[in-house]
């Protein structure tokens, strides 16, 4: 009898141990199986993360100069592909059809002009386009064409200078600030021709379109070129005679938009198109390439 009790109490202890054995492995066993599972999907989290855009694929269709509008939303595109924006930049070599693009709804932005021009295209056309962010500015300078040094300029000399009302100006102030002509006080921004009160040399001052103005310098003694067109006809601003001053009116005034009907002014795509823009990235990229010629804004 004693035999059979020790038999019992020994079959009772091995099996009470298999239990909790089992049980404690059980236990480990899920315990690990739910670290793995919270590592995966920790893992997974942060890869979801990472995929993540901000955009579900939206494509903005802007309008564009060649140089350097276009080149810089080159630069800026990836980056913007990553937050989910597909850019479809159309260039165009024209200072009309960017802004009736987007006025018509057939570009979302454009990417080529000052808030002058801006403002001064909106009064013309009845247009109720804006600036949703600078981006740079392109200094203007004064070029050589059959003549080379402006402390000798001859009398009646040819200066050509932009053909619409606010880069006229801005040319006029060039002049100017060279000493070439003087304007009355506070013409400033809105000089014309008319504003002109002293012209010692009697220069001519040829209005010419401004991507034009490249190709006709075998015709004139000089002129005063926007920045862009400078650049897509191979000038550089160390070419120049003469720079618009980084301290004045100019400067202050001519910096380049990105430009959207009134009513898509608050588009988070869009507004994200400018912060990119804006980046230091594409800042330093700016500053790189273009030696002077195409300023970023500070």
């Known amino acids: 009898m004693n035999n059979i009790k020790r038999f019992i109490r020994k079959t009772f202890s091995v099996g009470v141990a298999a ?3 089992a049980a404690l492995l ?20 942060e890869t979801a993360s990472a995929d993540t855009k901000q955009f579900d694929n ?10 350097p509008h276009a080149e810089i939303l080159r630069q800026a595109a990836p980056i913007l592909e990553k937050e989910g ?6 260039e ?4 009309v059809t960017p802004n009736t693009g987007v006025a018509d709804g057939s570009l979302d932005a454009n990417f080529f002009q000052h808030v002058p021009f801006l403002n001064s295209f909106n009064e013309e056309n009845g247009t109720d386009l804006v600036s949703i962010g600078a981006t740079h500015y392109e200094p203007f300078g004064l070029y050589a064409g059959k003549s080379d040094d402006l402390s000798a300029i001859s009398d009646g000399a040819i200066i ?3 053909n619409n009302a606010t880069n006229e100006a801005r040319a006029l102030l060039l002049l100017q600030q060279e000493g070439i002509i003087k304007l009355a006080d506070g013409a400033d921004i809105n000089a014309t021709v008319q504003d002109i009160t002293e012209n010692p040399h009697n220069v001519d001052i040829k209005e010419i379109a401004p991507e034009q103005l490249v190709r006709s310098l075998p015709d004139l ?22 720079v618009e001053s980084a301290d004045g009116v100019a400067a202050q005034t001519y910096k380049n938009v990105v430009v959207v009907k009134s009513e898509r002014a608050q588009e988070p795509a869009l507004l994200e198109l400018v912060k990119v823009l804006q980046s230091q ?3 330093d990229y700016i500053t790189k390439t273009y030696d002077g010629a195409v300023v970023p804004v500070q």
């Open 85 to 90: 924006i597909t850019l479809d930049i159309v």
């Open 19 to 21: 239990v909790f054995g």
């Open 281 to 283: 990235e594409i800042q």
């Open 58 to 67: 939206v494509t903005i269709k802007i309008g564009a100069s060649v140089t």
């Open 92 to 95: 165009l070599e024209d200072v």
């Open 160 to 162: 050509g200078v932009p």
């Open 221 to 242: 003694d000089f002129a005063i070129i926007n920045g862009n067109y400078a650049l897509e006809g191979g000038l550089s601003v160390k070419d120049a005679l003469a």
């Open 26 to 45: 059980t236990a480990c066993g899920s315990s690990s199986e739910t670290a793995a599972t919270a590592q995966s999907d920790s893992s997974t989290g």
